[in-house]
C-alpha cells in the first residue's frame, strides 16, 4: 500500500508540474506504435519467409485481410533496407484449393537447385504449410502438409509449385505445420524443420521439391505444455571460439513459463541427419524443464533471418509481439498485434553452460533522436526521468546500470505513469533475484482474464555485482534486454491514456545509478 501510494505521489507531482511539453493523450489510432511493425490494418500473427535479398530484408507474415481477428491464412508482406523502415507490399499469397497459407520460411536458391530460376538470377523460395479447411471439418488428421512457390521480381509476385504439397501428410498427424528450411554447407542439401504434434521433424532435399525424412527429435525433451509449433534450425559459433554448435528454436502454446504462449529452445550437434543435445544442455531441458527465449508474454513464433550476407554473419530474429491466450481480444481497433523489434542472437558461455542472448539490432541505434544522461547517483525512492530529459517514455529507449549494495532487499527498475494513476513497472527484485515486468496496473485489462492477473518474473542467471537493464518502450509495450540480453522480457500493455511519465524507482532500500542513458526514438 506504503509503495503505491508513493508511486501516486510521485504522478501527482509530476503531473501538477506545468509543463510546456505537449501532454499527448490517445492518438487517433490508440496502441499504434512508432517503430515498432503493424500491419496497415486488420489481423496478423506469425512472422513468415524471413530472408534477406539484394538488399532488402523481407518480413511476410500470417494475415487475414478480412478482419482483426485471425480468419483465412494469406502471407502479408513488407520490405526494409535498414530494419527501421518498412515499406507495405501487397498480399504474397492467398489461399488455394490446397488450402490456407500457414506459417513457414523463404529461401534464396543460389545455385538454383530447384529450377525456378530465370535468366541467370535465383529464385526466392517459399516454404509453407497449406491447411485444408474442409479436411480438417470433415474429421480427417492429414489437412495440413508442405508447399513451395517461388519468386523471379524480389519477392513482388509469386508461383506456386505445380507438383504442391511437397511434403504430403502421410502420417496423419493433426499437427504437421510450419517449416523452416535452410542451405545445410556439410551435406550441400536443403535441411528442414517443422513441428508435427509434440515433436520436430528433420527432412533434406537436394532441389526444395524432393524431401526425404530423416529424424525427429523432442518427444523427451523441453516444455511440453502446448503444441510444438513454429522451429527454427540454424548453426552458431559460440562467441569468441571457433565452437560451431546447433540452435533450435521452439514456440508452444501454450506452456510457457509465465503464461500462454513462448518459445524455448536447444543446443546440440547435428551429424546431417540426427540432432544431439549438447551435454550440458541436457540437465536443462529434461524432466519438463526448458530454456528461454525470452520470459515476457509477447514474443512468439519467432525465427531468423534466411542468407544474411557472410561478411555480417548475424542471426537476426523477430517475433510475434502476442499471445494465444488474448491476442484476438486485445483493444486495438482497425488492427491486431505488432512484431517485436529486430534482434541479435548469439550463442555465449556462461557458468550455467551455453545460452543464447538477445540484444535489440544494432541498426536501431538509428532511431536515437537525442539522449539524455542520467549521473551517476544513489536512487532512495523515485527519479524522475521524463521531467529532466523532456522525452516521452511513448517512443525510448534507456541503458541503466545499477548497483544495489551487498545484501540489500532492494526492489529497483522503471515505472511509467499517466494521469490516470496507471503505471507500468519493469525491473529487478534482489529479495528474490528475479527480473520483473508489471503490468497489472497499466490500463485495460479486462478484455481477458488472463491479460494482467500477475507479476511476469525471471530468474536472474548471473550474479555480476552490477545489473544492467537495456529497454525499449513503444506506447503499448516494453522489450527489456538484461545483463547484455542473458534475460529478455516483452510485455505488452494497454494504458488508458499514453505513458507520459518515466522514472527510476527504489523500494526496501537503495540502488545506485552508475550510469544511465535515455534516448528519444524517432516517430512515426
Ligand atoms: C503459430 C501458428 C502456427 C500456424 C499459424 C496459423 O502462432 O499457430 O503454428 O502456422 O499460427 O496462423
Redesign the pocket.
Known sequence: MLKRLALLYFIGVFFACKTTRNQAKMSPEPYRPNFHFTPPSMWM??PNGMVFFEGEYHLFY?YYPGSTV?GP?HWGHAVSRDLVHWEHLPIALYPDSLGLI??GSAVVDWNNTSGFGQNGKPPLVAIF?QHLMEGEKAGRHDFQYQSIAYSNDRGRTWTKYRGNPVIPNTEHIHDF??PKVIWNEESQKWLMVFAAKDQVKFWSSPDLKHWTHLSDFGKEWGAHGGVW??PDFFPMTVAGTNQKKWVLLQSLNPGSPNGGSGTQYFIGDFDGKTFSLDPACKESVSDGKALWLDWGRDN??GVTWSDIPKPDGRRLFLGWMSNWDYAMLVPTKNWRSAMTIPRELTLEKTSAGLRVFSQPARELKRMRKGSYNIERQEVNENLDISQKSGFSPANMEVELEIEIPEGAKTTFGLVLANTKGETYRVGFDAVKNEFFSDRTHAGQRDFSKNFAEKIHTATRPGSQQTIKLHLFFDVASCELFADDGAVSMTDIFFPSENFERIGIFAENGSARVVSGKVYQLQGR
Request: include cysteine.
Open positions: 500473427n506469425d500470417q485471425w491464412m500457414f506459417s504449410t505445420r510450419d509449433e513454429c512468439y513464433a
